[in-house]
T-cell receptor, first 111, second 114 residues
Framework: DAKTTQPNSMESNEEEPVHLPCNHS???????IHWYRQLPSQGPEYVIH???SNVNNRMASLAIAEDRKSSTLILHRATLRDAAVYYC????????????FGTGTRLTVIP | GAGVSQSPSNKVTEKGKDVELRCDPI?????LYWYRQSLGQGLEFLIY????????KSGLPSDRFSAERTGGSVSTLTIQRTQQEDSAVYLC????????????FGQGTRLTVV
């Protein structure tokens, strides 16, 4: 499976936008880019995913670079509830369909 | 049920005993995943099922760990002769069997080996 690289931690002020980066330079043409987050003392939850085009949903936006070697998860207005570890994951359409988590980015939201 | 259900939610066991952890996936989900998360650590992949077969068992840490899935639904993770280092939260997730779908996680089983 292709590897992703994320910063270990980031901080944001409450009600400010947050841009969480992810590098995946070895991504293949059949890999979907998924984002999950894990709130304290909870199981991970799905945030968003995409293949080539930018995606928006009620939780966040996903901006995918034209060469697909990087992506950015955008939280438009951070709230205290958004404090979590955010994971960027590649899921291969043609492979074993595994779901491997890296170390993620710990987001701290400052009131 | 509406989501992934894991039982028990908490389990305290004595070192050397065997334990069984259960996962009920969302109905219709063909893919099922088990992870282990030690305190303050990331998610360690254990095993993945597609239907009743396990294409990838590479994450099972030792031969004391085994898992099965029956009827393409419920899965059981068994740990034999538990050790203190097995103490962790064990998480289960399920999804439809394609890369274009999201996975849903249960709340986990917190295992404490004393």
């Amino acid at each position: 499976d292709a590897k992703t690289t994320q910063p270990n931690s980031m901080e944001s002020n409450e009600e400010e936008p947050v841009h969480l980066p992810c590098n995946h330079s070895t991504i293949s043409g059949t890999d979907y880019i998924h984002w999950y987050r894990q709130l304290p003392s909870q199981g991970p939850e799905y945030v968003i995913h995409g293949l080539t085009s930018n995606v928006n949903n009620r939780m966040a936006s996903l901006a995918i670079a034209e060469d697909r070697k990087s992506s950015t998860l955008i939280l438009h207005r951070a709230t205290l509830r958004d404090a979590a570890v955010y994971y960027c994951i590649l899921r291969d359409q043609t492979g074993a369909n595994n779901l491997f988590f890296g170390t993620g980015t710990r987001l701290t939201v400052i009131p | 049920g509406a989501g992934v259900s894991q039982s028990p939610s908490n389990k305290v066991t004595e070192k050397g005993k065997d334990v069984e952890l259960r996962c009920d996936p969302i109905s219709g989900h063909t893919a099922l995943y088990w992870y282990r998360q030690s305190l303050g650590q990331g998610l360690e992949f254990l095993i993945y099922f597609q239907g009743n077969s396990a294409p990838d068992k590479s994450g099972l840490p030792s031969d004391r760990f085994s898992a099965e899935r029956t009827g393409g639904s419920v899965s059981t993770l068994t740990i034999q002769r538990t050790q203190q280092e097995d103490s962790a939260v064990y998480l289960c997730a399920s999804s439809f069997g394609t890369a274009n779908t999201e996975a849903f996680f249960g709340q986990g089983t917190r295992l404490t080996v004393v």
